[in-house]
DNA sequence: GGTATACTGAAAATCTTTCGCATCTTGCCC
DNA sequence: GGGCAAGATGCGAAAGATTTTCAGTATACC
């Protein structure tokens, strides 16, 4: 047997998520790929799910689920809130962000301000909060779709 | 006999409702004197119908969503979709405000800062958004809550 | 009062997410 | 490489929140 272990390459995902602390499982490992491959970078749950379908992956709506929630608990995904019932999901780019979403066609533009960041931080303060936390959301209509439509 | 139709005044809330283009029944008069009179700014679907049980008042969940969310059309009511499954009513001030909710205890804090909602605005502008609405929720633990524990 | 229409309560249906559990896999030791 | 225990998966059932359905009832207006 010529070549070595080096031959084949370890996937990057398979690291992530035994970084994580969780065994490498084939469904751990699709639904990251789909994260990181998919156009999409806020994917409900049912999204992946539908994602991995159309891939021919056997994996159940209960174990995307699961792991998602596993990733978010790993610091691997943060979980997003949007309206709209679903919960949204997208890779933890490690930096804090906010959303701006188009309520015509869903689009999203993460931002980051940090006027805004740190009047939230003073207001706490004066109210005696410590921070855990903010969800800042702006809904509007993107200019595609104020094209659109009257 | 004696007196004029004046003499029996007529509750505010069925103005209210009146203006909004709803009947007058039974359970929207109820669920707006809830409303109004709760201690607890923001409630729940399941807190208001807590409260009509036990005002005696013999009306359904399903009915209490229903008000609610003709009143949230009809702008009398906001509804708020902070962490946590169910959505919280509040009555419509008028003015728009944010939130700061305690984590530990529910406890929540409204505000407004207008160089938040400013930059939320150029922000919007920057990308060609046209804003209709958005949410900010800062999520933290409370002087009393920080008391508690360590 | 009489009537068309809107409203109501209760149950059933939806929708999203989580559980229970029998059945597989993975990670690890020999 | 095989054996094993802990941990994961898939499936169906269950749960929790909200909405819809529908037959009976109340309201607004004449
Ligand atoms: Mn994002
Ligand atoms: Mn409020
Ligand atoms: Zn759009
Ligand atoms: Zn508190």
Same mark, same amino acid.
């Given at each position: ?6 031959? #084949? ?9 035994? +970084?994580?602390?969780?065994? #490498? ?29 159309? &891939? ?24 997003? &809130?949007?309206?709209?019932? +679903?919960? #949204? ?6 930096? &804090?962000?906010?959303?701006?979403? @188009?309520?015509? @066609?869903?689009?999203? #533009? ?31 209509? @993107?200019?595609?779709? +104020?094209?659109?439509?009257?």
């Amino acid at each position: 047997m010529v070549g070595s272990a080096r031959d #084949v390459e370890i996937p990057l995902e398979n690291q992530q998520i035994k +970084q994580a602390g969780l065994k #490498v499982t084939a469904p751990r490992v699709k639904i990251l790929e789909i994260l990181e491959q998919s156009g999409k970078r806020h994917m409900s749950a049912e999204d992946v799910y539908k994602a991995l379908l159309s &891939h021919d992956e056997e994996i159940g709506l209960a174990t995307v689920y699961r792991v998602l929630t596993q990733f978010e608990g790993a610091g691997l995904v943060c979980r997003r &809130h949007f309206e709209g019932g +679903q919960s #949204v999901f997208e890779l933890n780019s490690g930096e &804090h962000h906010d959303h701006l979403v @188009c309520v015509k @066609c869903g689009k999203i #533009v993460e931002f980051l301000d940090t006027t805004i960041e740190k009047r939230q931080a003073r207001i706490a303060a004066e109210e005696g909060f410590k921070i855990e936390d903010h969800s800042l959301v702006v809904y509007g209509v @993107c200019p595609d779709c +104020q094209k659109k439509r009257g």
